[in-house]
């Protein structure tokens, strides 16, 4: 049982595993939380709190140290953790119990450990290597012979620490069996292995005892945020049948080997060109007008058949209304008839002539259509005598100032005594010419019939219904406001309020998507609702963009795949494929894109004498140039280049510094105190 409890510790504070176990439902419970820390104030994760009277684990606390249990109000708790003593406390009520653990003495046989290094598990200090989103951890860990035996388990635990986040990410866990170790924990479970909840980690030494071993290493994690910074970790435990003997912990990568993280790539946003994901017209029902203008024989209801233009208006009017009878989406709701009679003579004979006039057109006009129709028809007629100061008008018009300005004198004269005036006028020279040219043009008849009909709005109409209620516009008319938006801002807007209107408007979605793109802050959540295999080659290709942006390489690939072969972007298409660690594949097209990007592609590729060759040959003296140069020249142990090739780039380029602060391909060349930050942001 007691090699168990201290399996159960070490499993605590290397998988971070939590087990909650039931509660006695006799006690009385109280909620009881705390901070455990060490002697020095530091927080201890993972530390294992157990009910002492059924010594089981109850809880474990989190990465702060801070953990919150149900204990028995008159109850303990035991807190136990590798490397340091175990501490019992009496609960006695109280809600809040902080604890201090004290660091435990650790014995190798009865010897106490001293500082050599034969007496010390230390991992090889090695980089983070990123390939697509993946972060890639290879090392190798010795382990002397002075320290593991026969009967000892040795469990290492590697782990990548998210600096700007503050958060731990495990990755496969080693666990090193002695033979003898392992043989009795093989006979503990009856042979059944899998019991034991490390099982499939297990490694059995089978080297001579006489030698050390090498542990090699390599694991891979998915990494969302590659802007952040990282380091990675690896916590030991070495326990025998008695007790934990060792405990211990290494940052074996302060950065990362990304030299991609200066690939120079730059996008047009694609439009969509498909017009299947435009929206179809929807026609709304809206009133409209049409007019005709007819003209009359003097004194007679009849048309004047001497103006050819009355055909002409007849011909119109008769086709419109056909047209309108004919169409299904329109409706004849109104007719207006308006007869006008000149102003010489009595105005009572010139009233009855309108009147004539107006009650001989309607029958002609009407006449053209459907019995039925007629019966849904509104007809309205009115007759009206034109006046004197409507010839004056037209006078003026012509520039016949002078014999306007008569006849207004005589207006004024003789007021509404008509017939004085009729007689004043035909007394003038002109009156003459007025009649002939001028009076006819006053004898007519207007039509004006309203109908409703099913039609697509103007661009006019549709801002005009905008404005007064955006939530009244159809799918298509949003469209058409966004595709004549005056600015990006309108469009913006226009698209947003869209898709909170309308679910799946590809159309909006990618607009709004592009938008971001041609700003430099694209937005994957945008087009993420729309990405499918059938989704449009533009919208796929844009979610790509933005998930470039964002570093999310391997989902960038991902959208990409949807797409049949051959129909995304080249240069797109090798970009993703680069920055997804696909190299082989992307290397010809991306190197053909500059001589620069070649040189970051050797190098990612690690093909180191081949990068320096070509980065020896960059000559534009850019900062990320030197920067490049200075990569490729250490890894080339040509230190003395290296150094003065980034002395160079943070001299053109200060901001590069924060860059070399987590370049594992940088770091080393750094002065100390140029590494002070880094240094500080390995401190949790």
């Known amino acids: 049982m007691k090699i168990n409890c201290k399996r159960d510790r070490l499993i605590g504070i290397l998988l971070a595993a939590m087990l909650l176990l039931g509660t006695d439902a006799y006690a009385q419970r109280m909620r009881v939380q705390g901070h455990v820390t060490n002697q020095q104030g530091k927080s201890i994760p993972n530390v294992n709190i157990i009910d002492p009277v059924t010594n089981e684990r109850i809880e474990i606390s989190d990465e702060d140290g801070r953990y919150s249990v149900l204990a028995e109000r008159h109850g303990s708790l035991k807190y136990t953790c590798v490397g340091y003593e175990d501490k019992t406390v009496k609960v006695g009520g109280k809600q809040i119990i902080n604890v201090v653990l004290k660091d435990a003495v650790i014995e190798l046989d009865e010897v106490t450990v001293i500082s050599k290094v034969k007496d010390k598990v230390v991992p090889e200090p090695t980089d983070i290597e990123i390939k697509g989103n993946y972060f890639h951890l290879k090392t190798r ?3 002397p012979k002075e320290m593991f035996t026969s009967n000892r388990r040795l469990v290492l635990q590697p782990s990548i620490y998210d600096v700007t986040q503050k958060k731990r990410l495990l990755l496969r866990p080693v666990v090193f069996d002695g033979g003898t ?16 909840p490390l099982h499939e980690y297990i490694q059995v ?35 025998n049948y008695r007790a934990i003997i060792y405990r211990d912990s290494f940052s074996i990568a302060r950065g990362t080997v990304n030299p991609l993280r200066f690939l120079e790539y730059k996008f047009s946003a694609f439009n969509l060109t498909d017009e299947k994901y435009l929206p179809k017209p929807v026609m709304q029902l809206r009133d409209t007008k049409g007019e005709v203008n007819l003209t009359f024989v003097v004194g007679k209801a009849d048309l004047d058949d001497k103006n050819p233009q009355n055909q002409v208006e007849l011909n119109r009017l008769n086709q419109e209304l056909h047209a309108i009878e004919m169409n299904p989406e329109a409706s004849l709701k109104s007719f207006h008839i308006t007869g006008v009679a000149s102003p010489d003579g009595s105005y009572e004979s010139n009233l009855r002539l309108a009147k004539l006039r107006t009650d001989k057109a309607l029958d002609r006009i009407l006449s053209q259509l459907d019995p039925e129709t007629r019966k849904l028809l ?24 002078d014999t306007a300005d008569e006849i207004t004198e005589l207006i004024k004269r003789y007021g509404e005594k008509n017939y004085q005036l009729n007689r004043a006028l035909k007394s003038k020279p002109f009156y003459k010419e007025v009649a002939a040219v001028y009076l006819p043009k006053l004898r007519k008849v207007q039509y004006t019939y309203g109908y409703s009909i099913f039609r697509s709005l103007t661009d006019e109409e549709i801002m005009q219904l905008y404005k007064k209620d955006p939530k009244e516009l159809t799918r298509f008319e949003y469209y058409r406001m966004i595709a004549t938006a005056k600015t990006p801002d309108e469009k913006e807007r226009y698209c947003k309020e869209a898709l909170e209107l309308y679910d799946n408007f590809t159309y909006a979605a990618n607009e709004l998507a592009v938008l971001n793109i041609q700003k430099d802050t694209p937005d994957s959540k945008i087009l993420e609702p729309f990405v499918s295999k059938s989704a ?8 790509a963009i933005a998930l470039l942006h964002e570093g999310k390489y391997t989902k960038a690939d991902s959208v990409l795949t949807l797409l049949p072969e051959g129909v995304v972007a080249d240069d797109l298409q090798a970009i993703v494929q680069a920055m997804a660690g696909y190299y082989d594949d992307a290397f010809e097209k991306v190197a053909a894109t500059s001589p620069f990007n070649e040189v970051i592609m050797l190098l990612a590729m690690k093909k180191n004498k081949e990068a320096w060759e070509k980065a020896s040959q960059l000559n534009t003296g850019s900062a990320r140039e030197y920067y490049v140069k200075a990569i490729a020249a ?46 500080n942001t390995t401190k949790e």
């Open 141 to 143: 860990v010795p382990v």
């Open 181 to 196: 170790y392992n043989t009795t924990q093989q006979r503990m479970y009856d042979y059944n292995i899998e019991q034991d």
């Open 205 to 239: 030494k089978t080297t001579s005892s006489r030698n050390g071993d090498i542990i090699a290493y390599h694991d891979s994690i998915y990494i969302e945020y590659l802007q952040h910074d990282y380091r990675a970790d690896v916590h030991l435990a070495m326990e």
């Open 378 to 401: 509104e007809v309205k007629s009115d007759a009206s005598v034109a006046s004197w100061k409507e010839v004056a008008e037209l006078l003026r018009k012509d520039s016949r100032q």
């Open 536 to 543: 449009p080659v533009e919208l796929l290709s844009n979610q």
């Open 634 to 679: 250490n890894r080339m142990e040509k230190v003395g280049e290296a150094l003065t090739y980034i002395e160079k780039a943070l001299e053109l380029d200060p901001s590069l510094l924060e860059t070399a602060r987590v370049d594992g391909d940088i770091i080393d060349l750094l002065p100390e105190e140029q590494k002070i930050k880094n240094d």
